[in-house]
Structure formats: structure tokens, C-alpha cells
């Protein structure tokens, strides 16, 4: 079935580097737009950054000019690039893809845990 594994996740000081891989399996991955979204215990799951599947990248206002997201389709894998990490970047990541052709096909990873605390 349909897999989006992410990983890279960890413990990070304030000010610090992380970046999160999505690697996706059985799903034609050019024709998905991917999506990084973030949970904190006891909040809403919120969008943090998306890309289309012709590159271009959105972002919430939270992590403008910190956070990269990039693609790479011949291995089926989305990035995000987590600079100048803050205490309330904190949080589960999630990714999500959804298919540029079906937006009923939408598919979600188990997440990576991120914790930025000194």
C-alpha cells in the first residue's frame, strides 16, 4: 500500500538545524502535491509548508525565511530544511500528499517527533 515514511527528526538546541525527509512509496510521486504540517500537545494540527508538484513552495508566516521545503522526484522524497530553530517549532511532524489528479487520494505519514529545547 501506500507508504510516506518521514524521518530525520530529533532533539535540537535553540538556534539549531534539523531536516525532515519524506521518502514515499507505490504512488506517483511528480503528481502529488506535498505538505509538511506540525501538532504540539494540545493544539490543532497546523499547515507549516507545502509544494506543488511544479516546485513551488508555500509557507506559514511562523516559519518564513527558516524552513525550506524542497522535493526531489526521482527518489520520491520531500524535504524540509529547519533552521534558527525555536522552542515552539516543538512539535510532531507530519507529511502529507495529495494527488494533483484525485484530491481524494490524500495520504499521511505517522509523523517524526521534534523537540528543540536546550
Known amino acids: 500500500q501506500v507508504q510516506l515514511v518521514e524521518s530525520g527528526g530529533g532533539l535540537v538546541q535553540p538556534g539549531g538545524s534539523l531536516r525532515l525527509s519524506c521518502a514515499a512509496s507505490r504512488i506517483t510521486f511528480s503528481r502529488f502535491d506535498m505538505s509538511w504540517y506540525r501538532q504540539a500537545p494540545g493544539k490543532e494540527r497546523e499547515l507549516v509548508a507545502g509544494i506543488s508538484i511544479t516546485g513551488t513552495p508555500n509557507y506559514a508566516d511562523s516559519v518564513k525565511g527558516r524552513f525550506t521545503i524542497s522535493r526531489d522526484n526521482a527518489r520520491a522524497t520531500t524535504y524540509l530544511q529547519m533552521n534558527s530553530l525555536k522552542a515552539e517549532d516543538t512539535a510532531m511532524y507530519y507529511c502529507?500528499?495529495?494527488?494533483?489528479?484525485?484530491?481524494?487520494?490524500?495520504?499521511w505519514g505517522k509523523g517524526t517527533q521534534v523537540t528543540v529545547s536546550s
Open positions: 502529507k500528499g495529495r494527488s494533483w489528479d484525485d484530491i481524494r487520494a490524500e495520504y
